[in-house]
């Protein structure tokens, strides 16, 4: 169990990463690293399932609080969230053999991608115009789930980002409605992969429900920002979390910051 000092920067990289995990996602971006720092002597399974656990808190609040003020369409968020329930837990058990020294360059140049094409389109996410209709919405939606479900078993940080990322750029969604659906989905791989940590026994508990519960606190209070500031905050808090997770990522890969 860490100290005091430690626990105290752990709560607050929990409370912040919460906030901006509701907003836009990426929490684990923050909250990740600074378990890394905060329990040097834990294996990288547990501080994965901590840090799941941890953000299981505040997607949960956060799905709710959008669900209750945004009313996202179920039809779509509920397949996309079961297929991302279940690409979690395939992709928990293939990230068990990943090398930690990929994970970086890999999330680096999606969050560049990412915010690229974000910046390149200053009118994409201000309002919803679906790209498609019907069975092939959901179809889409369903892919999405699955594909971004099995990044966050096995890595991770930014899924929530990428979420909203899919919804906006692929199907059409406003970055209001587009958050709302991502943390119902965010929920699900979330659970999908405590569903293989938990019974291995990964979680450290008293660490992870406490972060939880601060995690908890910063969803809500992110996601009642969000809505009430609407899809331009959103989608400028967008840019700004992916450019300062490229300049950390990238100045880490290139020792900047060692």
Not at 113 to 135: C, E
Not at 139 to 154: E, F, K, N, R, S
Not at 161 to 184: Q, R, T
Not at 221 to 248: C, D, E, N, P, Q
């Amino acid at each position: 169990m860490p100290d005091a000092p430690v626990l105290a920067l752990l709560g607050v990289a929990a409370l912040v990463a919460g906030w901006v995990d509701a907003v836009v996602g990426g929490g684990g971006l923050i909250q990740l690293p600074a378990l890394v720092i905060g329990l040097p002597g834990a294996a990288p399974a547990q501080l994965l399932a901590t840090n799941k656990l941890a953000s299981i808190c505040g997607t949960s609040v956060s799905a709710v609080t959008y669900y209750r003020r945004v009313h996202p369409d179920l039809r779509t968020a509920l397949p996309m969230a079961v297929a991302a329930y279940l690409g979690s837990i395939g992709g928990a058990f293939v990230g068990l053999h990943i090398p930690k020294a990929a994970f970086n360059p890999i999330i680096l140049v999606l969050l560049v991608l990412v915010g690229g094409y974000i910046l390149l389109k200053p009118d994409l996410g201000t309002v919803t115009a679906l790209r498609h209709a019907g069975t092939r919405h959901t179809a889409y939606a369903v892919l999405v789930g699955l594909v971004i479900g099995c990044y966050d078993g096995a890595l991770g940080p930014g899924t929530g980002s990428f979420f909203v990322f899919a919804l906006v750029g692929w199907l059409g969604y406003a970055f209001l409605e587009a958050s709302a659906k991502a943390k119902i989905a965010n929920f699900a791989t979330n659970l999908g992969a405590l569903t293989v940590f938990v019974p291995q026994g990964q979680v450290i508990w008293t660490v992870g429900l406490l972060l939880g519960a601060l995690n908890l606190v910063g969803g809500y209070l992110g996601a009642r920002t969000a809505v009430r500031l609407g899809s331009g905050f959103v989608r400028v808090v967008f840019v700004v979390v992916v450019s300062a997770f490229v300049v950390r990522i990238g100045g880490e890969l290139v020792g900047f910051w060692a």
